[in-house]
């Protein structure tokens, strides 16, 4: 019966989820729930004492980084930057080769720290427009932006500053840079396999006469000629991200040491930080700081002329994805306490190894939850213990534990409930019946990539 409690309140939340209703609502209704069948006298201190004070530690850590990163991709949008790489990418690959150029144009901005709800929005009228002139069925789109931005930028090239490669350092004490080669052998796994996918699905229409297709919704408008900046400025805030990231990777730790004490006045209690913990967080917040100033010092006219509107927008949705991903990091908190979890983890526990156990336990969260960063915060804060245990006895980095637990975020979080995909389908105007297969299967792809990385770890001893 405990077990079922728990498996209980995962599915109403996945239900809920799926149906559109707001998890922060409906996760500690779920997590409540569940307390309330083990035992209803322990609901008012469970949900103080643990629901809320979880929820309130994954903000105080990671709000930061997703307010940064919404107002740093917001700003490169209102420069123009945006569509200055986009043009730029387009002429250098060419226009006949749309689905490679779209995804291509999804890993720089996500790489140098744009949102990729961001680059839903900036990328589709682009991929809208190169699909068309190349009569390539529009319900290729999603899946084409999906390889680009929720792939090997999220969490496989070492460095990328998106979440679902920051949360892990907290846990692990790595930092964004963790098992590089690892990284880099999974992202060029994800795009070759990738690129040959839709490539395939791209054949297979043309010769069945299908087009781009009409009558469908939510079109974008043709592509004005204007006047953009010089591709070369657009690019350097993503390089500046990405350099400062590992700047301060380096500096931060050896300018504050393993640890750091504060007092403003004397006599005062001292504050004291682990810097180990937080080295990464600071790291790409510095880095993210550093980028919005850099676009702000080249584009200061045309942003600041719609900066207080634009980033009122960008605020709101750092603050409800935070809240998402905190509300789904309280509820994995309770069900890691209860009875029935003792189950679920013992169940995990009989898979011996520890990488393809972390890998496991994370992707199969992160798709109940339908969140990259939920169900990877909720597997770590309930297991992450467990799985350091298991790589010291035999020897694994914690570097190895982070690219994998990062990866493995980022395989079948993308089920239909997922947030970016229902945001995706949105903008581009397209159903799931139309289109969810080719995401579907760039979820596979993602997933599969991850046992591909443990086995070329086992093999050759690379991180």
Not at 151 to 180: C, E, H, R, Y
Not at 316 to 340: C, K, R
């Amino acid at each position: 019966m405990s077990f079922l409690v728990c498996v209980g309140a995962l599915a109403f939340l996945m239900f809920v989820a799926y149906r559109g209703f707001s998890v922060i609502l409906f996760a500690p209704i779920a997590a409540l729930g569940a307390v309330l069948l083990t035992d209803p006298s322990a609901v008012p201190p469970i949900f103080t004492g643990l629901f809320m004070d979880k929820m309130v530690g994954f903000v105080k850590l990671y709000f930061p980084v997703f307010l940064l990163g919404a107002v740093f991709g917001k700003v490169i949008e209102l420069s123009g930057f945006s569509k200055s790489i986009v043009s730029a990418v387009i002429k250098l690959v060419g226009r006949e080769r749309a689905m490679m150029s779209i995804v291509l144009v999804c890993i720089l901005l996500t790489y140098g720290g744009v949102s990729l709800f961001v680059v839903v929005f900036a990328v589709y009228p682009f991929a809208a427009e190169m699909f068309r002139q190349g009569n390539i069925p529009k319900r290729l789109i999603p899946g084409t932006i999906a390889l680009g931005a929720f792939t090997v930028t999220m969490d496989s090239l070492p460095g990328t500053p998106q979440i679902q490669n920051i949360i892990p350092t907290t846990f692990f004490k790595t930092d964004a840079f963790a098992a590089p080669w690892l990284g880099t052998i999974g992202a060029v796994f994800i795009l070759v396999v990738g690129i040959l996918y839709l490539e395939w699905r791209r054949k297979v229409a043309a010769a069945a006469g299908e087009g781009y297709g009409e009558g469908h919704s939510n079109e974008p408008e043709a592509i004005h000629a204007e006047v953009l900046p010089n591709p070369v400025i657009a690019l350097l805030p993503l390089v500046m991200v990405g350099v400062l990231n590992k700047v301060f990777t380096m500096l931060i730790p050896t300018f504050y040491g393993a640890s750091n004490q504060v007092a403003l006045t004397d006599g005062a209690k001292p504050l004291v930080t682990q810097v180990s913990a937080v080295a990464g967080i600071w790291a790409v917040e510095g880095a993210l700081l550093a980028g919005i100033l850099t676009v702000l010092a080249f584009a200061w006219k045309p942003v600041s002329q719609r900066f207080a509107e634009g980033t009122k927008a960008a605020i709101g949705g750092s603050l409800l994805a935070s809240m998402n991903t905190a509300s789904e990091y309280g509820f994995g908190a309770v069900i890691a306490a209860l009875p029935g979890f003792l189950v679920i983890a013992g169940g995990l526990k009989a898979i011996p190894n520890p990488l393809v156990n972390e890998a496991i336990t994370v992707t199969t969260l992160a798709g109940v939850t339908g969140s990259a960063s939920g169900g990877m915060s909720i597997a770590l804060a309930a297991m992450a213990d467990q799985f350091i245990t298991a790589a010291n006895a035999t020897g694994i980095p914690m570097e190895v534990l982070h690219r994998v637990a990062s990866m493995a975020s980022g395989g079948m979080d993308t089920l239909p409930h997922n947030g970016a995909v229902i945001t995706l389908l949105g903008v581009t105007g397209l159903t799931h019946r139309q289109s969810y297969g080719d995401i579907f299967a760039i979820t596979c792809i993602k997933t599969l990539a991850v046992f591909v990385v443990i086995a070329v770890y086992y093999l050759t001893g690379i991180v």
